[in-house]
């Protein structure tokens, strides 16, 4: 790849929001203006290299979309008339200011309305996420499909209809209504920290995480809060990401094997990310209500805080579980709350509170249940249980990272035995 194009894709990834943010505001159709971002960037690609990149690039980006969709109206209406009232509706990239009566506090751009409409609650939660990083972090279909291990057509289909559906509501770039957005910046949340775990730990495929997926969640998770700064759980979600994003660096091994959190270099932890997501979680923490978000961003916290795997707080851990169990029960909660209490009251205390999940038929299919057991197991001495729950969980798990670390366990518990 060359020099000049890896500038054009930051340049593109950087501006593509407010870009098809404001062509979407002048123009109130999704797919047109998604066409006349990506020929302005056409022109971009071929123009800048020979004329160098303008001072504005994003408002010599919109002022060529906007030109794209007046040919794209002349072209359908050969009407002077009707393209004279298109033009003027285009707005000029200083004039794309918030109405006067936004729900939104503060001041904000379009790449948040932009977010907020592509998490309309009439979608999908898939949708939402294939439309948010398309539309707001600017990855191509093609890269999100490979994200999603899916072919690029079947990407391709699930935003075509997204977009439609959109069409079909009548759904309009403008602010939700002061009723509608907390869930619409809840939804915004969910989608993003899905986006963010996807990253974090893919799956799927041979690789253990997806740096551009992690990177993108969190690039749009600051900026929400940047322009939601009061909303606790909005912060909660970006101290959670900075967090556990801290540990990057040391969740693989040299050889390239997977390194549970116990047994990783931390040294090898990103200390200003630390010291950004405990400082984060501190201030939202005291302003309530306490949110799921919240209590998991402490929990990271305190992991962050200990020196050592040996150092860590658990019961202060096991309490954070104990409350996120009260306020957003889930059987993953449950699961990593059974791995507190193993650590503050024993192997089989732990144990007690898997087996009621044995009976959930989408758990069992899975592997995290087989693995967190076998794992008690092993601590609770029952070697050969262990060895069979650690080999169920590696014919369970989806990516290969995963796949050989339950093995090479499987095997471990067998000899230690």
Known sequence: MTAERTGLEHVWRQFAPDVLAALVRSGGDFDAAEDAAQEAMVAAARQWPVEGVPDNPKGWLIRVGSRRLVD???????????????????????????????????????????????????????????????????????????????????????????????????????????????????????????????????????????????DEAIRLTRQLHQRLPADGEVAGLFALMLLTDSRRAARTRPDGSLAPLAEQDRTLWDRTRIQQGTELIEAALPTGPVGPFQLQAAIAAVHAEAASAQDTDWPQIEVLYRMLHELAPSPVVTLNHAVAVAMVDGPSAGLAMLDPLLQDAQLRRGHRLHAVRAHLLEMDGQVAQARAGYAQAARLATSIPEQRYLNAKATGAADTG
């Open 72 to 214: 794209a109206w002349r072209s359908e209406h050969a009407r002077a008339g009707r393209e004279l009232l298109v033009a003027r509706a285009i707005p000029e990239p200083a004039l794309l200011a918030p109405a006067a009566d936004s729900a939104l506090p503060g001041d904000h751009d379009d790449s948040l309305i932009l977010l907020l409409l592509c998490c309309h609650p009439a979608l999908s939660r898939p949708s939402q996420v294939a439309l948010t990083l398309r539309a707001v972090a600017g990855l191509s279909t093609a890269q999100i499909a490979r994200a999603f291990l899916v072919p690029e057509s079947t990407m391709a289909q699930r935003i075509s209809r997204a977009k439609s559906r959109l069409r079909q509501l009548g759904a309009r770039f403008t602010v939700p209504a002061a009723e509608e957005l907390p869930e619409r910046v809840a939804a915004a949340a969910q989608v993003l920290y899905l986006v963010f775990t996807e990253g974090h730990t893919s799956t799927i495929g041979a690789g253990l995480y997806d740096g551009s997926l992690a």
